[in-house]
């Protein structure tokens, strides 16, 4: 017998590993925060003597969830202007509401709110991008999840920093202080093709291959941004960012919903990674990214639900849902996007697309224990045939039961361990009454 | 004082009335069955003296949802076969499943499996079309869950009758045993174009005409059923239909992916219906339906999920929340398809569709008191700015806490009262282990 932290049981495993396995009746064992070995129940109770035992006879247990691109912070602004095209929803709602409220205090309080939302709906690791990445990196090291914190750039001067010079300073201290982690990366994080412009994309391009950084970027996510870059330089931003260098296996290209044949062939040859944020991309009429002619051209695709503001949550099991849909829809075909391939894109894609195959995605040996078990007792579950297909199309977040990161117990029969929801929601409701009130004041002054 | 049945005090009411207000602190009364009033709760505190007065401090009480096609039994089959082109799903999977399962038994527990989740997702109307409709009729009398029940006919042969002849005794007979029941409405269901010929829908549409019964069809699912018709008969399915008089305000036309404008002119001149199911067209990548086009030739749009089998779920709030998501996208607009108008397709269209109009979709006085509550206090639901908003682009099924018909409460702090959990979940273990049997002899047998 062999000593050891926690044994899970579950009434299926399912460890995202190659062939798609669903394991009957298996058991993970852990030991200092990592994955011991996967193995059949009857095994594990002969082989491990563990401090901790765990059953979960009506779970599936699966890899953590991995939500490649979100603003987490922005949970503070959930519903706040909904239906609205683009740049009305940008110009006249988030961007005010955005100088109007930008503090340390505002993202450690939106991080709180969304930090627990993706615990309870089984996300382990996210990529973030958002002002004040301290804040944010501080607080996900505290609460144990674990978290990409992006290093943002920008041409133009917000509150975080007044110049390009300035933002790529700030981001290498803060790339600094957190080298050693164990739980928290800091991808470069420019925001879009856009608003970054040659001078310091070159600079990042040689620093995060200097030291192996991902680069987390919004590209192609309207037909207007490419339209308006065409006009403007001759070339579609994609091609602009190759010609710079950035295309690459460290880029995680984030929407991607106006592709082209020479887009694809571009994407799959240089390596680079695409995130899909479908519920964003429907709710703001971007387009459709084109996710299975991805994944057959050989490009790895990952999953994000993009900020609460344009989806309104940040729920990665809805997210799968959604991406199945809509990917068989856009490809014309029922057999696209299947079940498997869509948790892939929610696991190990993702962990692939932000340089952290060794670290998560998968239920494997010598991985971090980053888990989640997912209750199929309840009757919207009933009956069950295929565990992988009911967790993409009739799962909801509530199945969520527990959470693991690192082998640390996040998440306790739906309980947080190391959030306070009633503190939580009592800042928020505090959030909610001010931004209601000045809301109110601009809607009225706008009229 | 006067007295009543029930109070209920919401924090909000949305009654889906013209305007679309959502009214703060308000209550609904309700005496015998029917909405009284609906009026703050300052006043009917002194107004009204109720034997039974609930609190909903954190809710937001709307109509009950009206899931405008089903095939409820189907439940059954969740998951049993998926991520396959329509066909092959169809002619290797779920037509010999029906075939070998088909019985009053299987009827009777998928739709008892079916109440119950469509309960606890908050509908409280659904208008059905199955075999065996006398034992889904009876059941939902029992549970006390509102429902139209779906006269089938087909030409062909089934367990349910031999020939069109029969099909239609059969329904009158049903027709005749239901019609004044004050829950049970018996549409007639012919399954679809392909599967009906003109001979029984003339005699049909005399009948539906005569008796001014809704007429509840499969039309223009997918590019193949409008394709194949217009190479037999010369005409698209709409049009064929239009001349054997069923285009009218009694017809609901379900799916109606493939739309021109001819299609859709027809269909606003006529006053017919159509029941949009975003999930299972995206899911079978049969086409999108072109909804707010739909909506701004004036035609009356309502919400289904379809069967679970192309879904795989019941789930309403869902459905609403992908209908005004893949609306967008389809309409490149992302003011298309708002949360008040997603809402609107989910109760007051359905009832319009249905004939029901005079009886529930809307809280209003003398309507039967088909309610439900949405809990806001989740996490996942807060910061609350627009409660609507919330509902279709926030809420998840288990925000759904208590449901009433026609005044009777059969959900509670998300427990069914009339219907048992723990014996539903008996029974269908039981299909759940002969059905995986049976489907692990056939996939043996293919290979």
């Given at each position: 017998m062999q000593n050891i932290d926690t044994l899970i049981h579950g009434r299926w495993v399912i460890p995202v590993t190659p062939g798609d396995p669903v394991l009957d009746?298996?058991?993970?064992?852990?030991?200092?925060?990592?994955?011991?070995?996967?193995?059949?129940?009857?095994?594990?109770?002969?082989?491990y003597n563990a401090q901790v035992e765990n059953h979960y006879p009506h779970h599936a247990l699966i890899p953590g969830l991995i939500n490649a691109h979100t603003?987490?912070?922005?949970?503070?602004?959930?519903?706040?202007?909904?239906?609205?095209?683009?740049?009305?929803?940008?110009?006249?709602?988030?961007?005010?509401?955005?100088?109007?409220?930008?503090?340390?205090?505002?993202?450690?309080?939106?991080?709180?709110?969304a930090?627990?939302?993706?615990?309870?709906?089984?996300?382990?690791?996210?990529?973030?991008?958002?002002?004040?990445?301290?804040?944010t990196a501080r607080l996900a090291r505290k609460v144990g999840i674990r978290a990409c914190i992006g290093l943002i750039v920008l041409d133009f001067p917000t509150i975080w920093a007044s110049s390009a010079d300035e933002y790529i300073d700030k981001a290498l201290q803060l790339r600094d202080q957190y080298r050693s982690d164990a739980l928290i990366r800091t991808p470069f994080a420019p925001h879009a093709p856009y608003t970054v412009s040659d001078a310091p994309l070159e600079k990042l391009r040689v620093l995060a291959d200097e030291m192996d950084l991902p680069v987390h970027m919004h590209i192609h996510e309207t037909a207007h941004e490419v339209n308006e870059a065409v006009k403007l330089t001759g070339i579609r931003p994609l091609q602009r960012l190759a010609n710079l260098g950035l295309v690459s296996p460290n880029l995680l290209a984030v929407h991607m919903t106006q592709l082209n044949d020479d887009d694809i062939a571009l994407l799959a040859r240089s390596g680079a990674h695409v995130v899909h944020c479908p519920e964003s991309n429907l709710k703001l009429a971007s387009g459709y990214c084109p996710v299975q002619k991805l994944l057959d051209a050989g490009v790895n695709v990952a999953l994000g639900t993009d900020g609460t503001a344009s989806n309104n949550d940040l729920n990665m099991i809805g997210e799968m849902n959604t991406a199945a849909l809509i990917g068989k829809a856009v490809a014309s075909n029922a057999s696209a996007l299947n079940a498997s391939q869509t948790l892939r894109m929610a696991t190990i894609n993702g962990a692939r697309a932000l340089g952290l195959e060794t670290v998560t995605g998968s239920l494997e040996k010598n991985k971090?224990?980053?888990i989640v078990a997912i209750d199929f007792s309840a009757l919207e579950m009933q009956p069950v045939y295929h565990p992988v297909s009911h967790l993409v199309y009739?799962?909801?977040?509530?199945?969520?039961?527990?959470?693991?990161?690192?082998?640390?117990?996040?998440l306790k029969e739906r309980a947080?361990?190391?959030?306070?929801?009633?503190?939580?929601?009592?800042?928020?409701?505090?959030?909610?009454?001010?931004?209601t009130r000045q809301e109110t004041e601009n809607a009225n002054e706008r009229k």
């Open positions: 009746h298996h058991s993970i064992a852990i030991h200092d925060g990592r994955i011991v070995e996967v193995l059949p129940t009857v095994d594990a109770r002969k082989r603003h987490a912070a922005m949970s503070l602004f959930r519903g706040m202007a909904d239906d609205l095209p683009l740049m009305d929803w940008l110009s006249n709602h988030i961007w005010p509401a955005e100088t109007r409220w930008m503090s340390e205090e505002f993202v450690h309080d939106g991080s709180e709110l930090m627990a939302e993706m615990l309870r709906s089984g996300t382990t690791c996210f990529n973030d991008m958002y002002f004040f990445p301290d804040v971090f224990a980053d009739s799962a909801s977040r509530e199945q969520v039961s527990d959470v693991w990161v690192a082998g640390k117990h996040l947080l361990t190391t959030l306070d929801e009633q503190k939580i929601l009592q800042k928020v409701r505090v959030w909610n009454e001010k931004i």
